[in-house]
């Protein structure tokens, strides 16, 4: 199963997009799946369902942090080449589904936050966009880090 196919059926089952995306490629990490899904729990919903960056965005940018985030102070320059990285992945990522913002994926008004989830059924995946969002962020993190 790819790591694009395994995203979804995660989202599928139930996880937040953040938790979908991430948990889909921790293994490459050394992380069990659930500490991965607590790890990244929280930022579902648009981090913590305020509707800010999309969950799937969020998701991207903790395997980018795996992949070349900085661990020394003061070395600026490894900072700023994984700013660049996850820029580059957001940047494709907005121009794919229009946005990076959750609401506004989701078509819902400005400073909506919170609220009940709604129920997983089959009008809930017809209506939203999430589980293209999170194919593409796997697709995108695929492409860029390869899906070993």
Do not use: H, W
Not at 26 to 54: H, N, Q, W
Not at 60 to 80: F, H, I, R
Request: with cysteine.
């Amino acid at each position: 199963m790819s790591r694009e196919d395994k995203t979804e059926e995660l989202f599928r089952q139930g996880f937040a997009c953040a938790q979908s995306v991430f948990t889909a490629f921790a293994d490459r990490y050394g992380f069990d799946p659930a500490t991965a899904l607590k790890l990244s729990c929280a930022l579902g919903g648009g981090v913590g369902r305020m509707r800010e960056i999309c969950g799937a965005v969020t998701g991207m940018a903790l395997v980018c942090g795996l992949e070349s985030g900085n661990t020394e102070p003061g070395n600026q320059e490894a900072k700023d080449r994984n700013y660049t990285e996850m820029r580059r992945l957001a940047e494709r990522f907005e121009a794919e589904a229009g946005s990076l913002l959750c609401r506004e994926l989701l078509g819902l008004p400005e400073g909506e936050r919170g609220g009940k989830p709604a129920e997983r059924n089959e009008a809930y995946y017809a209506g939203r966009p999430c589980v293209q969002l999170v194919r593409l962020a796997a697709r995108i993190l695929e492409d860029t880090y390869g899906d070993s």
